[in-house]
């Protein structure tokens, strides 16, 4: 392997006929290409995707109250219903595993529908209430004062955080927030935290433009009592919240006497669920990747073959004057796999080194877009397993490709050989 005369060989054998030589590395280089290509396109794609879940804790899911849809305990079909306060402590009590049991409340769609006023300027927002846990679990970077706390909740504070849209709307260009007061439904409340949202997509400039109030607050400046208009509930990080969901479920109709059977009566959302069937999704993509890479891969491995055999045809007489001058059947096949070998590794290497040049480019070219761009594409890119991985399967492609020549090198008669014409 380290004698200068081997390699002077291989070269000579493969500069032969160069064009021949290119045209048989080139479905190695295509096949190695491709595979770093679709494999960094697909962790591209899995990168823009994610970015929606960036921050958000994704072992949630969100509750609410529907109607019910089974008569049960002498009460009718069709009764709708509220969750209370009261339910948010009977959930804490009976499943420990539960992290955060976020009551929430709200008012306006989410489009924003109540008059918010701040001096001579008016705009619609949706308002929420909330308790501090919610920063937990929503992706937001709190960007200038702070978020709701519990001492907001206990003395039911008439306070607000607004998002950046809102500001866009109700303040002018270098106005500060922090401190004025906004008035909602007719209700003053004092500006103590501006947030900018984590997410990104098509709903990321609707996500700025929420404001959020402690949760007692609003129950008790909007008059709702202690109706609890929905839930978001995370599980600790050791316990899948799908897991705990039917536990959740069952509890809320013992807590709301609900038909054991009744399946629309409690609305919910299993974020978790969803996140694991996106991330299966990248799975089944990376197989794919795999799967066409290493086919396109074998056609040029075959092709390698088929040019080796066709090699050692031309060489027949070479060959059989080595044999007759004492060469061993191991060192003609050491030979014919040593050429096989470092034509698959080239070309290989140069299909690595191109596919690496292109997700540079691309790189810097996504770098070069706006954050607010929406680009559901992001840092696609290889993990340096995948290179290891694919020198592995060059080294054995090469292997593979030369095996029947060499074999057929090696049953050539020194005789036979010398006749050859």
């Known amino acids: 392997m380290f004698k200068k005369d081997n390699w002077d060989e291989i070269l000579q054998a493969l500069t032969a006929n160069v064009f021949r030589t290119v045209l048989t590395a080139f479905g190695v280089f295509w096949g190695i290409f491709i595979l770093v290509i679709l494999l960094a396109a697909g962790n591209g794609l899995e990168n823009g995707v994610k970015k929606d879940f960036d921050g958000i804790a994704t072992n949630t899911m969100f509750m609410w109250s529907q109607t019910t849809s089974k008569a049960y ?131 990321a400039e609707q996500e700025q433009k929420n404001i959020f109030l402690p949760f007692t607050t609003f129950q008790q400046a909007f008059n709702y009592g202690d109706k609890v208009g929905w839930m978001a509930i995370t599980s600790r990080d050791e316990v899948s919240i799908t897991d705990l969901k039917p536990k959740i479920l069952e509890q809320i109709k013992i807590l709301h006497s609900i038909n054991p059977k009744d399946d629309r009566a409690v609305g919910n959302f299993d974020l978790y669920e969803q996140y694991n069937k996106v991330q299966s999704l990248f799975n089944i993509l990376k197989i794919i990747a795999y799967f066409v890479g290493t086919l396109v891969l074998i056609s040029g491995v075959i092709g390698i073959s088929n040019i080796m055999l066709i090699v050692v045809k031309e060489r027949t007489k070479e060959i059989g004057i080595r044999r007759a001058l004492g060469a061993t059947p191991g060192a003609i096949r050491g030979q014919i796999l040593s050429e096989s070998i470092f034509l698959t590794i080239i070309s290989g290497m140069l299909g690595i080194a191109v596919a690496t040049g292109v997700i540079a480019i691309l790189n810097m070219v996504l770098d070069s877009m ?49 006749r050859a014409e």
């Open 370 to 418: 706006p954050p607010d761009s929406n680009m559901m594409f992001a840092n696609p890119s290889v993990d340096l397993r995948v290179v290891f991985v694919a020198l592995i399967i060059l080294v054995g492609s090469g292997l593979l490709a030369g095996f029947i020549p060499a074999q057929t090198a090696i049953n050539v008669k020194p005789v036979d050989a010398l």
């Open 73 to 203: 305990k002498g009460l009718p079909k069709v009764r709708k219903y509220d969750f209370r306060n009261s339910d948010v402590a009977a959930l804490r009590a009976a499943l420990p595993d539960l992290l955060y049991v976020s009551p929430r409340n709200q008012l306006g769609d989410f489009n924003g529908t109540n008059n918010v006023v701040r001096g001579t300027k008016t705009s619609a927002f949706t308002i929420y209430g909330d308790y501090p846990e919610l920063i937990k679990q929503q992706p937001m970077d709190i960007i200038k004062g702070r978020f709701i706390n519990q001492q907001d909740i206990k003395e039911r504070r008439k306070i607000a955080v607004i998002g950046k849209g809102v500001i866009t709307e109700l303040y002018g260009k270098e106005e500060e927030a922090v401190g004025t007061y906004i008035k909602v439904n007719g209700i003053n409340f004092m500006v103590v935290g501006v947030y900018n949202s984590k997410r990104t997509g098509g709903n």
